[in-house]
């Protein structure tokens, strides 16, 4: 992972990466080692700018980290875990650390027990270097991306009259394992009616009636890299204004999807997209930004088509393009795909049918 130290303007003599217990786990540990097993509470990992690693984990799970060329120390007792790395740091002077992933206490630990150390933050360097995916990232989105998608298509058949929005979200979450998925890559959105207005309500106890948007959110987890994608169904037949509302967002995900690709500003898709639907009669509904980068994470930083977002698209980035429109008391549409950034535009990860579908 020396990709990270080329992000770096000031090099630090070896960057150190700590998880604390769940749900403070950093995303980096698995960037960094490859891992796609394993949960590494109280896990620490060394890198090195020469590409060397240095893994000191709990003997829970010695047996799962062996699947890394890292150099493995194993602790019994979690108190014990920092002293099996202080011959590593004895000859350095300035360590990089994730800011934006370690654990407030832990990061005070380590202050506590290396006080002649210099700590820099390495956070931006991550979020660079993981916004460009390479070959086995991509494999593995590709395939979560996959899954999600046979899942989708499965809807129509799940959905009938009374139906709760749970059943519904527990379906989806057992087919998403049952084609290949590690887990969902998120809490599944599966929400009915008026929720459907709700970008992130995600189901509860609520009928499905005629008349009713469906909106189902979801992704699969594979090898701990997500996809993520959204489709709005109609229960029975749509009123003028169900089907307007999703007319004017498929038409603004196609001005996202031409508009994305290398070398372009990401605001400006997010503008486009935005612009398309303020001139709509959907005017002021669009209320969040156009789609966000993919990865380790679901929402996995950095990069993202928002109007304040001025990085340049480049290739091997994934992103989502996920306009929606949102009439409280009424119902929402939004339709999410997940593309590969390409030199001449974008490559759809995501393929699921976006037709208007009678469910
Ligand atoms: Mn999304």
Same mark, same amino acid.
């Given at each position: ?7 770096? =303007? ?43 690693? /240095? ?39 300035? $360590? ?5 992933? $370690? ?20 956070? /931006? ?91 189902? /959110? ?36 196609? $001005?996202?999807?031409? =508009? ?7 605001? /400006? !898709? ?41 990085? $340049? ?6 992103? =989502?393009?996920?306009?929606? !429109? ?6 929402? !549409? ?11 535009? !974008? ?13």
């Amino acid at each position: 992972m020396k990709r990270v130290f080329s992000h770096l =303007t000031v090099q630090p003599d070896l960057i150190l990466l700590q998880n604390a217990s769940e749900p403070f786990i950093d995303d980096n540990f698995f960037y960094v080692t490859g891992l796609d097993q394993g949960l590494f509470e109280g896990s620490t990992a060394l890198l090195y700018p020469d590409g060397g690693l /240095d893994l000191i984990v709990s003997e829970l799970e010695a047996e799962t980290a062996k699947h890394t060329d890292a150099h493995l120390h194993t602790y019994k007792k979690k108190e014990t875990s920092n002293g099996l790395f202080q011959p590593q740091l004895a000859s350095a002077t300035t $360590i990089g650390i994730n800011f934006a992933g $370690i654990a407030h206490q832990q990061f005070m630990k380590l202050l506590e027990q290396f006080p002649s150390k210099q700590f820099i933050d390495v956070s /931006d360097a991550f979020t660079k270097s993981r916004a460009i995916k390479d070959a086995t990232e991509l494999a593995h989105i590709k395939r979560a991306c996959h899954i999600a998608d046979q899942v989708m298509e499965k809807i129509p058949e799940l959905t009938r009259e009374s139906l709760y929005e749970y059943e519904l979200a527990a379906e989806i979450g057992y087919l998403l394992q049952k084609h290949g998925a590690d887990k969902p890559a998120f809490d599944i959105i599966s929400s009915f009616g008026a929720h459907t207005a709700e970008p992130h309500y995600t189901h509860g106890k609520t009928r499905l009636h005629r008349g009713d948007l469906v909106l189902c /959110d979801f992704g699969a987890c594979f090898k701990k890299y997500n996809s993520d994608i959204t489709r709005a169904f109609i229960f029975g037949s749509p009123s003028k204004q169900q089907q307007d509302m999703y007319d004017t967002v498929l038409e603004a995900q196609e $001005i996202g999807i031409e =508009t994305a690709r290398a070398g372009i500003n990401a605001c /400006d !898709v997010h503008r486009a997209v935005s612009k398309y639907i303020e001139k709509s009669p959907f005017a002021g509904r669009f209320i969040h930004s156009t789609g966000h980068s993919l990865g380790l994470a679901v929402h996995d930083g950095g990069i993202g088509f928002t109007d304040e977002c001025t990085d $340049i698209l480049q290739e091997h980035m994934v992103l =989502t393009i996920e306009p929606g !429109v949102y009439l409280p008391g009424i119902g929402g !549409v939004r339709i999410e795909d997940d593309v590969l950034i390409k030199k001449q535009g !974008v490559e759809f990860l995501t393929t699921a049918s976006k037709a208007f579908r009678r469910i």
